[in-house]
């Protein structure tokens, strides 16, 4: 699977669009993105997913680059429950189609 | 109400004990997958099994067992010989088969040993 660098953490008001960037620069033609999130001592939530066409669903919509070598994950209206940790993730689902999460980026959405 | 559940949600054990964290699902997903979590880490994969009776070594399974006797069902036993155990557990699964697919997660296991 290909690398995926997010940063560390952002910051979002409430009730604005919270857009959060995925750098996967190496990506190959038959990778798709997922994005996860997790709240603080849950499980991980899937959210959305895509292969080159953007993406949208009743939790956010995604965004992928014409040469797919980023994305971005946008939450229309951030919400104080969309805190949480947000994990950008890339698989052709060779094997057994396990995934990789890496540390991904902590959103904080305030009043 | 279709999901994962995983139990107990905490777990206390002194060293040196065998614990079996328990996972089950009514999805009827074929893989199913154990993950460990350390404090402000990613997920790293401890086992996964794609169908009934059949099941891989992750990244960290080095004092791990698993088994998967039934198609819901997929505990995971700590042993003794892992050497730092306390962390938070999440089972996950999928339906399974090629294409893309979704994993999906249980609510985890926070252990922690004494």
């Given at each position: 699977d290909a690398k995926t660098t997010q940063p560390t953490s952002m910051d979002c008001a409430e009730g604005r669009a919270a857009n959060l960037p995925c750098n996967h620069s190496t990506i190959s033609g038959n990778e798709y993105v997922y994005w996860y999130r997790q709240i603080h001592s849950q499980g991980p939530q899937y959210i959305i997913h895509g292969l080159k066409n953007n993406e949208t669903n009743e939790m956010a919509s995604l965004i992928i680059t014409e040469d797919r070598k980023s994305s971005t994950l946008i939450l229309p209206h951030a919400t104080l429950r969309d805190t949480a940790v947000y994990y950008c993730i890339a698989t052709d689902f060779s094997g057994y189609s396990t995934l990789t999460f890496g540390k991904g980026t902590m959103l904080l959405v305030s009043p | 109400?279709?999901?994962i559940t995983q139990s107990p949600k905490y777990l206390f054990r002194k060293e040196g004990q065998n614990v079996t964290l328990?996972?089950?699902q009514n999805l009827n997903h074929d893989a199913m997958y154990w993950y460990r979590q350390d404090p402000g880490q990613g997920l790293r994969l401890i086992y996964y099994s794609q169908i009934v009776n059949d099941?891989?070594?992750g990244d960290i399974a080095e004092g791990y067992s698993v088994s998967r006797e039934k198609k819901e069902s997929?505990?995971?036993t700590v042993t003794s010989a892992q050497k730092n155990p306390t962390a938070f557990y999440?089972?996950?699964s999928r339906?399974?088969?090629p294409?893309?697919?979704t994993q999906y997660?249980?609510?985890g296991t926070r252990l922690t040993v004494l």
């Open positions: - | 109400d279709g999901g328990s996972c089950e099941f891989q070594k997929f505990p995971l999440l089972c996950a339906s399974g088969g294409g893309p697919d997660f249980g609510p």
